[in-house]
């Protein structure tokens, strides 16, 4: 375990104390793979967050398990820890033995909403440079979203919206939080699956972020599958919904992660 701040943190709360850190699981790929748990902004769950770097080791492939700040931290201490994420992996790209061009965001629910954050937001200045780190470019080169938290309107989700931004969020914050309104001709590819019967975080989540990334040319891959509840991780006990995973390695396999 790592913290990811060597100096004091940016965005700090006197009354709370955890630390944001990483867990390693280094597998000799040429990609590592950073993977936010989800949580609802309030919390991080192990099955989205070791359980899958357990997982990523076990095929082959690196990857970096981020600890993120959540309520009461709000926006934008949660941005700036996956920034100083991508950050740091990429400045040690080569003590992983990874190229720093193949660096992925991945994350569950509202895990996903921070993977998707960095991926449309990683030019945003959310806190002032703290070391050398921070000399890198928080751009991710992919971004792996697992039932993803994206809309923060007509399909969002409650818990998740009122942890980062509050309960009464302006138009604006609303409007910049809705990540598929903020995708551009560089955001990076992305890695999608969702459950059509999914009732915590609506499917239309993954479905406006794939449209968003077609209308701007974005190459995608999306998994829509019929059955199963918000949460499921791995899937092992569907085996049906469980082959996302087996695509998701494909996937890496041909972008060159491994």
Known sequence: MKNLWNTTMPHAMESEKFIPHIKEYVAGSKGAVIVCPGGGYGGRAVHEGETMGEWFKSIGITAIVLEYRVAPYEHPAELSDVQRAVRYVRHNAEKYGIDKDKIAVMGFSAGGHLAASASVHYDKKVYEPTDEIDN?????????????????????????????????????????????????????????????????VPVMNS?????????????????????GNHGL????????????????????????WK
Not at 233 to 249: C, F, M, R, T
């Open 136 to 200: 890198e470019s928080a751009r991710p080169d992919a971004s792996i979203l697992c039932y993803p938290v994206i809309d923060m309107g007509n399909y969002r989700h409650d818990g998740s919206r009122t942890n980062l931004i509050g309960s009464r969020p302006t138009a604006e914050m609303r409007e910049f939080m809705s990540l598929h309104k903020q995708i551009t001709d560089d955001t990076p590819e992305a890695f999608l699956w969702h459950t059509s019967s999914d009732d915590c």
């Open 207 to 227: 479905l406006l972020y794939a449209q968003a990334l077609a209308e701007h040319n974005i190459n995608y891959e999306l998994h829509i599958y019929p059955m």
């Open 233 to 256: 991780g791995l899937a092992n006990d569907i085996p049906h919904v469980a082959q996302w995973s087996k695509s998701l390695e494909n996937w890496l396999v041909y972008k060159g």
